[in-house]
């Protein structure tokens, strides 16, 4: 199993440089959200081994939401960021990056701060990262390769049945058998190509020792949380009493284009960012939470699933600014709106205990309830956070991650010897 990882570049934009940086981003497009994934630039289809990749200019319009709290609004710089999940090691691919599209970056990145000609641009993207505080994997382990793969064998199947109506009302187990012969002839003909996939030993043994050592440390600092646990309770109830509400509707202007973005694939972007509610409880709140989330994700929820929702490939949480502000990025099936809803009526309260030390979200009780559950409030809320994505590529355009799942189970099924019949018609019906 080749592990997933990601990536994030983050740069402040030179102000003179925008409009050219702009430019140069919208190059790389084929039209409004739709990347050419041969684009010059970065040629997005040459790398075997990225899954999703954007680059979009945070210009955060809601830096002025602080002064709710009688704080003056900071002047941060636009920033350009360049994000991507991956399979392997974040280091090896940025290697990549600087082999076969150096000249790319290099003019994309001149629109920053601190990069000139003759900087070291390997040197300058390690300077640069910004590490995600929480990261969430459909399935670790299913590499772009295996997923050309298994969409192929698929097509293969597909086609045998049209092919060959008669083979569907065959006996279970004599379809099971042709089926299996079909996938050697592919083989053997050198159409299909199937490889093994290795899990690093390091990467078993640091996986392991997070698995063991965040609750170790949970439990080390037991005693110290629940002793701090009633002021702590204290503090939050008084905040989500006073906290303010910010959820005008956005922009008609705005909405429509960030919906022209949209929806020309069944999978779609998302990137939200904000700034964080002032105040020490809630950053150890949202550290706290987002931690929770990351390790939950990565230890303990079944596969392919986020909570109860089923439609994220990847999905990330990152710091800005010395921790006051945050962006939020997915990769999710279906439309924005299906998306929101999903949020809110499969895991709401995961939903509030993760976003609503935003400031402006809808007002909480218990950091779980409520929030969210004002529909009309929480979409304008999202809605004013969300960011256009300038570039956004995906490296196997038509397929949702439930196409993914069916994909991977039909393959198990024809490299297993023996089925029982309960498992046969369960399989038989993913065909």
Not at 72 to 82: E, H, N, Q
Not at 240 to 264: H, R, W
Not at 300 to 321: M, N
Request: proline share 5%; aromatic share 10%.
């Amino acid at each position: 199993m080749t592990p997933q990882s990601t990536f994030m570049i983050l740069a402040p934009i030179v102000p003179t440089r925008e409009k050219e940086l702009r430019a140069l981003l919208a190059s790389m497009n084929e039209g409004i959200g739709r990347v050419n994934p041969t684009n010059k630039l970065i040629p997005f289809a040459s790398f075997d081994n990225l899954h999703f990749a954007r680059l979009l200019i945070l210009d955060d319009k809601t830096t002025v939401d602080i002064s709710a709290y009688g704080l003056k609004a900071k002047p941060y710089p636009l920033y350009l960021a360049f994000l991507g999940d991956i399979d392997g090691e974040e280091d090896r691919f940025l290697l990549g990056l600087e082999r076969r599209a150096s000249d790319g970056l290099r003019k994309l990145f001149s629109c920053c701060k601190d990069f000139y000609p003759d900087t070291n641009l390997i040197t300058w993207m390690r300077k640069h990262r910004a590490p995600s505080i929480a990261n969430y994997v459909n399935s670790r382990g299913r590499t772009v390769r295996r997923i050309h793969q298994e969409a192929k064998l698929y097509e293969a199947i597909q086609k045998c049945l049209e092919n060959d109506p008669s083979l569907r009302n065959s006996p279970p187990r004599e379809i099971h058998a042709k089926l299996v012969q079909l996938l050697y002839n592919e083989i053997a003909s050198v159409r299909l190509t199937l490889f093994a996939e290795n899990t690093p030993t390091f990467w078993r043994v640091r996986n392991l020792l997070h698995l063991v050592c965040i609750p170790l440390l949970v439990l080390i600092l037991l005693p110290l949380l629940i002793l701090f646990l009633p002021l702590y309770i204290r503090l939050l109830r008084k905040l989500e009493k006073t906290d303010p509400e910010i959820c005008f509707p956005v922009d008609q202007a705005y909405t429509e284009m960030l919906s022209n973005g949209e929806d020309y694939d069944v999978t779609n972007q998302f990137s939200a960012m904000g700034s964080l509610k002032p105040g020490l409880v809630r950053l150890l709140t949202t550290i706290g939470v987002l931690s929770t989330v990351d390790y939950a994700a990565r230890h303990i929820t079944r596969p392919g699933w986020l909570g109860r929702i089923r439609t994220i490939h990847f999905a990330r949480w990152v710091f800005l600014d010395g921790m006051k502000r945050m962006i939020f990025c997915s990769n999710y099936d279906g439309s924005v709106e299906s998306y929101m809803d999903d949020f809110i009526n499969r895991t709401g309260f995961g939903l509030n205990a993760s976003f609503s030390n935003g400031i402006g979200y809808p007002r909480t009780n218990w950091l779980f309830l409520d929030g969210c559950a004002n529909e009309r409030k929480y979409k304008e809320y999202l809605r004013r956070h969300t960011l256009p994505t300038q570039v956004w590529y995906k490296a196997y355009p038509g397929l949702t991650a439930v196409d993914l799942e069916r994909h991977e189970r039909i393959r198990k099924g024809l490299e297993t010897e023996y089925l029982s019949d309960q498992e046969l018609a369960e399989w038989l019906a993913l065909l």
